[in-house]
């Protein structure tokens, strides 16, 4: 069965940046859509970013214009560029594979 480890995670400071790698393993990558969510405690999971086979992007309005989603398929890896973090973006992070498996997640915390 595929499985996919995020990692990159951490304590930034409001307005800072931070790097979310997401590689899987079990599974042909290529052929599926990929994507992050975020779920912060007592919120329900939302969509962060998608990103299709061909490369096009989709983000949630809360992230556009900070946020940049990537993928590598040669590499099974995904990434998630965040900048200009907001306290807002504090959440666990989670990529996914077309919607049908999960990773562990990922804790991301912005605060001073």
């Known amino acids: 069965q595929v499985q996919l480890v995020e990692s990159g995670g951490g304590l930034v400071q409001p307005g800072g940046s931070l790097r979310l790698s997401c590689a899987a393993s079990?599974?042909?990558?290529?052929?599926?859509?990929m994507g992050w969510d975020r779920q912060a405690p007592g919120k329900q999971r939302e969509l962060v970013a998608t990103i299709t086979t061909g490369g096009s992007t989709n983000y949630a309005d809360s992230v556009k214009g900070r946020f940049t989603i990537s993928r590598d398929n040669a590499k099974k890896m995904v990434y998630l560029d965040m900048n200009s973090l907001k306290p807002e973006d504090t959440a666990v992070y989670y990529c996914?594979?077309?919607?049908?498996?999960w990773g562990q997640g990922t804790q991301v915390t912005v605060s001073s």
């Open positions: 079990g599974s042909i990558l290529s052929i599926y859509p």
């Open positions: 996914n594979l077309g919607r049908i498996t």
